[in-house]
């Protein structure tokens, strides 16, 4: 926001010309009392700058929450690059189910993490568990509200289900600069599929990717840099696979309740109950 600028004007004065003092004295020590042209005390006092006042604080962060300022340091996230270039106003969006992940779960994690990074040594355990329902798109600020509110109404007649991901399964984003260790859903993709058949409908309304053709839908449990697929693929997988099938109650904790569809917009996150 530019500041309102206050800008002084000076004015123009005329110097009257010397007379012949003899009745005072000196004609120099009056000059050298009077004062100089162009000096504050030479100029009336209605032509003497005022000073700037201070812009209040209230009036320049008003507007701070329509845009986020965003230096992109790779090294502040694990080496992760961004897939599109941040620019100021555009908010990377992305729509999702949250998963609330609990102990029994964690525990199940942290043994499964362990094992893989004996073959990826790289490999980060996410701390974070959704599953997507659309690719990260990018949205103009202005676009939000009206996007939200799309989405709103696309999603008012949804009901709850239960979802189970138990299948271990390795991912790549689309760049290749990424590797993502998973659990794919076994069941409750019908379900998934009607959810994201109407996040797409609200994304071409703005002109935005749709998702994938033939989704795998799945909560990322681990990442690491790079295309590293091949080394977590195969024997590794396999032995990942039988540490799930074996860890007591999976079963159960592995069951999701989807109640409610988030959109996250930047730093800001909202909540679609279904019913």
């Not at 540490?243 to 989807?258: A, N, Q, T």
Request: charged share 20%.
């Amino acid at each position: 926001m530019s500041g309102t600028m206050l800008v002084g004007y000076s004015s123009s004065s005329s110097s009257s010309g010397s007379s012949s003092g003899s009745e005072d004295g000196s004609s120099a020590a009056a000059q050298e009392a009077a004062p100089q042209a162009g000096s504050p005390a030479a100029l009336p006092a209605a032509s003497i700058p005022a000073p700037r006042l201070p812009v209040p604080d209230s009036v320049l962060n008003m507007f701070s929450d329509q845009e986020e300022t965003v230096l992109d340091d790779c090294s502040k996230h694990g080496g992760r690059v961004r897939t599109f270039a941040h620019e100021r106003g555009n908010w990377a969006t992305h729509i999702y189910v949250p998963y609330d992940a609990q102990e029994d779960f964690l525990d199940l994690l942290q043994i499964l993490h362990a094992h893989a990074q004996t073959h990826v040594a790289s490999l980060t355990a996410a701390a974070e568990f959704h599953i997507s329902l659309s690719q990260s798109v990018i949205l103009r600020h202005h676009w939000i509200n009206p996007f939200v509110q799309s989405l709103k109404e696309r999603l008012s007649s949804f009901h709850r289900f239960i979802c189970r991901a138990d299948q271990v399964k390795i991912y790549t984003n689309d760049t290749k600069t990424r590797t993502f260790v998973g659990l794919e859903v076994s069941s409750g993709h019908s379900q998934f599929l009607e959810l994201v058949s109407e996040v797409d409908r609200v994304t071409e309304e703005f002109n935005l990717a749709p998702f994938y053709k033939n989704p795998s839908f799945h909560l990322s449990l681990a990442w690491c840099v790079g295309n590293l697929s091949e080394k977590l693929e195969g024997q590794c997988l396999h032995e990942l696979q039988e540490i799930v099938d074996r860890f007591e109650d999976s079963s159960y904790f592995l069951r999701i309740h989807v109640a409610e569809v988030r959109c996250k917009s930047g730093k800001k996150v909202f909540s679609f109950p279904l019913r």
